[in-house]
């Protein structure tokens, strides 16, 4: 039997109401916030992620899905959205237009990755970035918009962490400190740290095995480096957060897996029952990542979050998420003559854009009315045989209190129409 590759999941019916909930969000709070939407291809050129990304990083050097094509191309299914929306960005010029540009996306991303909870290998995100604008007021807003974003989905427990990682002038002298921390203990680190050491340093802090952890609690500090600029964009940073009545942790652990991060990386952590955490977004700053795309100096500001991660801390939260698969009517018949009539009566109520299902001809009509009741609809068309001789229907409220009606089917569809109003439960917004 055929199955689904390993680290990809079906996302049957029933779980469709919280991806259009989640997604639904996700769109009004970007234009809440002035931000456009865009969309970039699945695959683009390997080196747009080896230049962007980092070629020493995890994600290239482990994760990523390359192939060559028929056109002797080399080419990646992206591993992130970053990278594709800054190329996209310089592609077209967007560089040109007023400023500061406000982009997001809703896209699939892939990486070779051990599947875990919430961590797939094929996994979608809602990310979003902001070109031109290197005020620490945009990372504040940036972060609020994001934070909106889990709040209205109804989310709760949320712990937001922040960090500076510094700049191209102040970065340098810390990574020296840095790595000359690990050197000495470098026997007590794990292999992919000693991998790391030579090349990004800064990874070892992120890393979750108990002998790294212990000893990144003791590494020196990447706040303590920060030159005077640097300094006052992560001051006023904490100072516009607080403005807005954001909360935060200082973690001088936190760095971000991507090479292009400088100065300001956030995580947003919700704590489950059990008092686990597990990241569902972050982000952060990278001011210099448009111009090693060969794209003009932009600074920038991003953030992402993954929706598989969402969905699960929405179950697990008991959040409620309205239902997208009602039906209003149930049409019943039984005998050839009332088929006819039953399927008209169907297509004349879908014009008036009311969801209506009809029942199986393959069922009697008792089996018909059953499935009327599970399908949980407000009404019951019934066409029987004596009602089909007649040019009759009988209509049947499922809800409330109203009195079933015998009507002539010139006037089914107006009668239907006024008992609809008075037996619809009303619906959400998001419904």
């Excluded at 992560?234 to 403005?243: D, H, I, V």
């Excluded at 952590?269 to 794209?295: M, N």
């Amino acid at each position: 039997m055929f199955r689904a590759p390993r680290g990809t999941q079906d996302i049957l019916p029933s779980d469709q109401k919280y991806w259009q909930y989640v997604t639904t969000i996700a769109e009004k709070i970007a234009q809440l916030y002035g931000f456009r939407r865009i969309d970039t291809p699945t695959f683009e050129e390997s080196a747009l992620f080896h230049r962007g990304v980092g070629s020493g990083t995890d994600i290239v050097e482990k994760e990523t899905y390359d192939f060559t094509d028929k056109g002797k191309g080399q080419l990646t299914l992206r591993p992130e959205g970053t990278a594709s929306v800054c190329r996209a960005y310089i592609e077209h010029g967007l560089f040109n237009e007023p400023k500061p540009q406000k982009l997001y996306y809703l896209a699939s991303l892939f990486r070779y990755d051990r599947p875990q909870k919430g961590r797939y290998r094929q996994h979608h995100q809602f990310g979003g970035e902001v070109f031109g604008d290197a005020t620490p007021l945009c990372d504040a807003e940036t972060i609020g918009m994001l934070i909106r974003f889990y709040q209205e989905l109804g989310l709760r427990d949320l712990l937001l962490y922040i960090n500076s990682i510094g700049c191209s002038q102040c970065r340098p002298p810390y990574l020296s400190t840095l790595k000359e921390y690990y050197e000495k203990k470098s026997s007590n680190i794990c292999p992919d740290c000693q991998r790391r050491l030579g090349h990004n340093p800064l990874r070892l802090l992120d890393c979750k095995e108990k002998n790294c952890a212990d000893l990144a609690q003791k590494a020196p500090h990447s706040t303590d480096f920060l030159c005077k600029a640097c300094t006052e964009h992560f001051r006023a940073f904490k100072e516009y957060l607080s403005s807005i009545n954001i909360t935060f942790i200082e973690n001088h652990r936190l760095v971000r897996g991507l090479d292009y991060y400088s100065r300001t990386v956030f995580e947003i952590v919700p704590i489950d029952q059990s008092g686990q955490q597990s990241s569902i977004g972050g982000g952060g700053r990278y001011d210099k990542l448009v111009s090693i795309l060969e794209g003009p100096d932009t600074p920038a500001f991003g953030f992402g979050t993954g929706l598989e991660r969402i969905i699960i801390n929405l179950k697990e939260q008991g959040v409620e998420v309205p239902e997208i698969y009602r039906t209003d009517i149930f049409v019943a018949y039984a005998g050839s003559l009332s088929q006819i009539m039953a399927l008209k009566i169907s297509e004349d109520l879908r014009q008036q854009g009311i969801i209506t299902h009809l029942g199986s001809a393959d069922r009697s009509l008792k089996a018909q009315m059953k499935q009327a009741d599970k399908s949980k609809a407000c009404l019951a068309v019934i066409v029987g045989e004596d009602e089909a001789q007649n040019n009759q229907a009988v209509v049947k409220p499922l809800l409330g209190k109203e009195e079933q009606r015998i009507v002539r089917l010139s006037d089914v569809i107006t009668t239907i129409c006024e008992m609809l109003e008075k037996v619809k439960p009303p619906t959400s917004d998001n419904s």
